[in-house]
């Protein structure tokens, strides 16, 4: 998870709102009655020890965080965490194209850039988002307010994107991450390449 929570919704991490969205999917009722499935797939990778402050989102608390027990006891500290969502909209529904909608999320494991008040305003230009340090989504745009850093859609990719993310990023040579591969190929193209805004 990530390390912002904010506790009244304009202060919500995007983490949270994600989380929050994924509840609400598995517990409303569809318009026939039925309810959502959800399969839910969620991991890290990386490992920073290095020290920083907690926040610096309004209303959190301040400080610094000290790593050095968690690395006196080889307990990793992600610099990313992920989360792939397939949700049916039926608990007996097959999975097609139809009945099925996938979301994908990669967030860093840092607190937001600035403070944004007088003392440290956010950036008129914005600041580089974070994906910029995956080649394959260099286009990103800057990040231009508070409130876009703490959207989910900001941190929203493919599940195509992610799980190549994944497996140029993993710690082991002989693993390779293969989302959805128990479906028809056909399928799976189709469904790991979808965006579905939240």
């Known amino acids: 998870m990530d390390n912002n929570r904010f506790k009244a919704p304009i202060w919500h991490s995007a983490w949270q709102t994600i989380e929050s969205n994924h509840y609400n999917n598995a517990y409303n009722i569809n318009n026939d009655g039925s309810k959502n499935n959800l399969y839910i797939i969620a991991g890290a990778f990386g490992n920073d020890w290095s020290n920083r402050e907690k926040s610096r989102a309004p209303r959190m608390p301040r400080g610094?965080?000290?790593?050095?027990?968690?690395?006196?006891?080889?307990?990793?500290?992600?610099?990313?965490?992920?989360?792939?969502?397939?949700?049916?909209?039926?608990?007996?529904?097959?999975?097609?194209?139809?009945?099925?909608?996938?979301?994908?999320?990669?967030?860093?494991?840092?607190?937001?850039?600035?403070?944004?008040?007088e003392n440290d305003p956010w950036p008129q230009d914005g600041v580089e988002h974070p994906f910029k340090a995956f080649l394959n989504l260099s286009t990103?745009?800057?990040?231009?307010?508070?409130?876009?850093?703490?959207?989910?859609?900001?941190?929203?990719?493919?599940?195509a994107e992610l799980q190549n993310i994944l497996n140029a990023h993993w710690y082991y040579e002989d693993f390779e991450f293969d989302f959805l591969s128990e479906l028809d190929d056909n399928l799976v193209n189709n469904l790991t390449q979808q965006l579905n805004r939240t």
């Open 64 to 117: 610094t965080t000290d790593l050095q027990n968690f690395q006196d006891n080889n307990i990793h500290v992600p610099e990313w965490t992920w989360k792939v969502a397939v949700i049916t909209n039926s608990v007996d529904a097959d999975i097609t194209t139809e009945t099925t909608k996938t979301y994908a999320y990669l967030t860093p494991n840092i607190p937001e850039p600035h403070e944004a008040n």
């Open 140 to 159: 990103r745009g800057n990040i231009m307010t508070p409130q876009d850093w703490r959207k989910p859609s900001t941190w929203q990719l493919t599940v």
